[in-house]
């Protein structure tokens, strides 16, 4: 299970390092692909395969939307690993989808990882429904 938040920062060369929490759990390599939101999304091989299976059902299956799916999900992945020093080298077309110039949290959301904006991240935490997410939490019996 992918859980936390780490602050960083992209270097020059366009490179972030990877929590070695999340390296650990994603394993040697993995997939990096855009979202339907506006960060770059980290999934274990494993999980990407999940993933593509889903989007390659409702492709066979006719459902509406699945274009974008092919655009986010699988047009825009690359296959990825990090370098000796934990490293990962971000595409510059994944990077400019997604904001990303320089400060960036990386966040663990169960399945994968994402990588924001940090200034975009605070933006959407600020923004928050609160009524929801207590609901939500009732839901999930968090209390």
Excluded: H
């Amino acid at each position: 299970m992918l859980t936390g938040y780490y602050e960083n920062s992209i270097d020059a060369k366009g490179r972030l390092i990877v929590p070695q929490s999340f390296r650990e759990q994603l394993g040697e390599e993995f997939v990096i692909t855009r979202s339907d939101t506006k960060c770059i999304r980290i999934y274990s091989r494993e999980e990407y395969d999940k993933l593509y299976a889903n989007i390659a059902k409702a492709k066979a299956e006719g459902k509406p939307g699945v274009q974008g799916l092919l655009m986010l999900f699988i047009n825009s992945a690359k296959d990825a690993r990090c370098d000796s020093q934990g490293r990962l080298q971000l595409p510059p077309e994944l990077r400019m989808k997604a904001g990303l110039e320089k400060e960036t949290v990386t966040v663990g959301c169960m399945d994968r990882v994402e990588i924001w904006d940090k200034a975009e991240y605070n933006k959407l935490e600020e923004a928050l429904d609160m009524a929801a997410v207590q609901e939500a939490i009732d839901y999930v019996g968090a209390r």
